[in-house]
């Protein structure tokens, strides 16, 4: 199903761009209403952890379930924006592992679980909750390719990472404990959780009971604005900075990482243009706060990554309202 309007031939480029920004442009003042609500300390404490939770637990695994739940199976799966997601992010990935393990951007050599941790800084993109009232924004059709990009981002980065990290914490734990701790952190995560049971929902032909359609579509309209509010509440604590580290990840995350998705999504393996052009806008999305988590959770250098989330948000107000009009997206 190609969802992409048929632009006039008399539309003009700026029209075009200015059609964008109207989409674009509300989403990321939500994320600036965060960031100022927490950076002039309007909310009072605990009420960023109030949100992320309400955002994480409730709203967008609802979002997701009905995504999932209430189409057939056939529009969920396809293998090459998996493929393209999933190579995309690998690449970065591994780009940014080289050059951490290596003396470079004026710091010494990393460790591997350093180099891992930034690794993912330059991969892992705000797919969840960006994502999600970003590209829903344009159509609810696009909402399965970006489900599929939770998943494909998650199942692969974040595992590896976290297999990664545990591997290096404790090598008498081996690879299979290690393989274990990393699979359980990412099943238990209530994104994929209410994936994995709305699959369940569809294959079974299930359908919702009224009460239940009406409570899980009031929390998934909710997902949107609480998951951007809650994207820049997060960041208002944040110093901005930017140097040759930082530019680094947001350089590897912003333009790498959307350039091979673009490759392999429409030259290597093409995909009907409107999934193609969705994928590449997944792929574009600056990091996920996710990076940061996980870096904190294991003892690592987070100052870099924190600046990086910052930062990555800031500029991808431009190059990803880029992205959506390059690639047709209305």
Known sequence: MDGTAIVPQTATLGSLMLDVLNVTAPV?????????????????????????AFVYWFALPSMLFRVVALRPLEELFEPGLAAGIAVAGLTSFGLAYLIARRTALGQPSRSVSESA????????GNVGYLGLALLGQLGDHLLPTVTLAVITDNIVLI?????ILELQRDRRVGLMGSIVTAARS???SPLLGSIFVGLVFSAAGFSLPQAADTFTR??????GPCALFAIGAALGGRPFRFNQEISTLVAIKLVLTPTVAALMMMLIWPLDPTVAAAGVVCAALPAASNTFIIAQRYGLPTPAISAAILSGTLIAVVT???IIWATGLR
């Open 159 to 163: 595992a590896l990472t976290i297999l």
């Open 186 to 188: 990412v099943l238990v």
């Open 117 to 124: 941790s930034f690794a993912l800084g330059a991969s892992h």
């Open 28 to 52: 990321f003042a939500l994320v600036l209403c965060g960031y100022v609500a927490a950076a002039r300390a309007m909310l009072p404490a605990g009420a960023i952890d109030g949100i992320n």
């Open 320 to 322: 990803v309202t880029t």
């Open 218 to 223: 009031m929390l998934a309209n909710a997902a």
